[in-house]
C-alpha cells in the first residue's frame, strides 16, 4: 500500500502563486510516475502534470508556461509549484502516485487539497 499526503493549497488571488507538496510512503516502486490532477465542480477530473521516475514531464496544454512539477526521489515527494494563477485553476487538486511493475500500473490518491483562485 502506498499513502499520499498533500499539503499547500489555500486561497489566493488571480495572478498568486502556490506550491503543492505530496509526500508518498509505503511500497513504493523503483518505476513510478507521479502527478497531480485537478477536479472543478461539475467536471471530470483532469491531469494537470506529471513526471516519471525517469524525469519526463507531461503538462496540460492549460498550465504550460505557468505550473512547473518536480520531485524528489529520495523523499519521494513530488511538488507543483503554480504561478500567474487564475479563476479557472480553481478545484480540488489531486496527487496522484502510479507504481510500475512488469507493464502493470497501479495508482494511489492523495485526499485532494482545495486551490481556491479569486478574481
Known amino acids: 500500500q502506498v499513502q499520499l499526503v498533500e499539503s499547500g493549497g489555500g486561497l489566493v488571488q488571480a495572478g498568486g502563486s502556490l506550491r503543492l507538496s505530496c509526500a508518498a510512503t509505503?511500497?513504493?516502486?523503483?518505476?513510478?510516475?507521479m502527478g497531480w490532477y485537478r477536479q472543478a465542480p461539475g467536471k471530470q477530473r483532469e491531469l494537470v502534470a506529471a513526471?516519471?521516475?525517469?524525469?519526463?514531464?507531461n503538462y496540460a496544454d492549460s498550465v504550460k508556461g505557468r505550473f512547473t512539477i518536480s520531485r524528489d526521489n529520495a523523499k519521494n515527494t513530488v511538488y507543483l509549484q503554480m504561478n500567474s494563477l487564475k479563476p479557472e485553476d480553481t478545484a480540488v487538486y489531486y496527487c496522484n502516485l502510479g507504481n510500475i511493475w512488469r507493464g502493470v500500473r497501479t495508482d494511489y490518491w492523495g485526499q485532494g487539497t482545495q486551490v481556491t483562485v479569486s478574481s
Open positions: 513526471l516519471t521516475s525517469g524525469g519526463t514531464t
Open positions: 509505503g511500497s513504493i516502486n523503483l518505476i513510478n510516475d
